[in-house]
Nanobody, 124 residues
Framework: QVQLVESGGGLVQAGDSLRLSCAVSGRTFSDHGMAWFRQGPGQEREFVATINWSGSTSVYANSVKGRFAISRDNARNTVYLQMNSLKFEDTAVYYC?????????????????WGQGTQVTVSS
């Protein structure tokens, strides 16, 4: 069965950087589009970034565009989220997600496997 395991979260100050990782097992990783979503305190889960199977196409939420970068290493079955210039409002639990098919997608309903989440807390 598919398993997604996130890591790399933590407590940082505003302006700092973090890199999240999500290791995937149980599926042929390169056959799947991937994404990161997040859920802040008292908020609904929201889209952050998505990437296609090869890494040639990525899409970002407006709130993170220019600060975050999604990437993948198909040899390591891992997707990453590099987060720079972190803001207090980036505080959330970050989830990686895997979808059927190779294309990227910004909609949570397109994804059928999710990780357990990793907490990112940004102090102002």
């Amino acid at each position: 069965q598919v398993q997604l395991v996130e890591s790399g979260g933590g407590l940082v100050q505003a302006g700092d950087s973090l890199r999240l990782s999500c290791a995937v097992s149980g599926r042929t990783f390169s056959d799947h589009g991937m994404a990161w979503f997040r859920q802040g305190p008292g908020q609904e889960r929201e889209f952050v970034a998505t990437i296609n199977w090869s890494g040639s196409t990525s899409v970002y939420a407006n709130s993170v565009k220019g600060r975050f970068a999604i990437s993948r290493d198909n040899a390591r079955n891992t997707v990453y989220l590099q987060m720079n210039s972190l803001k207090f409002e980036d505080t959330a639990v970050y989830y990686c997600a895997l979808k059927p098919g190779r294309l990227e997608n910004t909609q949570a309903l397109a994804y059928d496997a999710w990780g357990q989440g990793t907490q990112v807390t940004v102090s102002s």
